[in-house]
């Protein structure tokens, strides 16, 4: 199984609001990312996550938290976002950091923010 | 700067061999060369990788130039399924822990 999840699909929320997006791997993968990516750009890398601890944030705004609970799970929190940030958020894993692994996206949450 | 530079689109008739180019003229002795597609509506997922040798996999063959500034992803026989952006990636040695995505060229296939 090489998949891996995301949820929502679809996300709608006001600036105000706080929500979180869900990504899920059971391939055993110690090593989890978040991109970003605006329509017609190609995805940018937020943040990455080794054996569950935080190894490198891109300079994301702290209205973007993200959480790793577990090495299945990586989660992505919301508080206070503005339009701009609207985007498709992807999730990927991979088998670890610090090799040449493939990194397997999943099919992203697209988060409208009005 | 994600210091590979390819055309912004191309076009291929189905059932014929697709050549993509990639340029990463700055490439040092220990970058690997890797490609990722993203179908519409999708995540990426992986085409292939290589370092110095040409590499085949099921899906595509990875040329890389004997000085290794540029590289060229073949798909064999392309069907509309090939549809899509192709990104080319420089990771260094130690890892691909930081993919970072230039602007790609987008595949149109022609029935």
């Known amino acids: 199984d090489t998949e891996v999840t995301q949820t929502p699909k679809h996300l709608v929320m006001g600036m105000t609001n706080k929500k979180s997006l869900k990504c899920e791997q059971h391939?055993?993968?110690?090593?989890m990312y978040w991109y970003k990516q605006k329509a017609k750009k190609p995805p940018e890398l937020m943040f990455v996550y080794s054996y569950e601890k935080l190894s490198i944030n891109e300079s994301v705004p702290s209205r973007f938290s993200p959480e790793c609970p577990n090495s299945s799970l990586l989660n992505l929190h919301l508080h206070a976002l503005q339009p701009e940030d609207s985007a498709l958020y992807l999730c990927?894993?991979?088998?670890?950091?610090?090799?040449?692994?493939?990194?397997?996206f999943g099919p992203g949450t697209r988060l409208l923010v009005l | 700067d994600a210091k590979t530079t390819q055309p912004n689109s191309m076009e291929s008739n189905e059932e014929e061999p697709v050549h993509l180019p990639c340029n990463h003229s700055t490439i040092s002795g220990t970058d690997y060369i890797h490609w990722y597609r993203q179908l519409p509506s999708q995540g990426p997922e992986y085409v292939i990788h290589g370092l110095t040798s040409n590499v085949n996999n099921r899906m595509a063959s990875l040329a890389i130039a004997e000085d290794r500034k540029s590289s060229t992803l073949i798909l064999h026989r392309a069907t509309l399924r090939d549809a899509a952006v192709y990104y080319c990636?420089?990771?260094?040695?130690?890892?691909?822990?930081?993919?970072?995505f230039g602007t790609g060229t987008r595949l149109t296939i022609i029935p």
């Open positions: 391939m055993g993968h110690r090593a």
């Open positions: 990636i420089r990771t260094p040695n130690f890892g691909n822990e930081k993919l970072t």
């Open positions: 990927a894993s991979s088998q670890d950091l610090y090799s040449q692994e493939t990194q397997y």
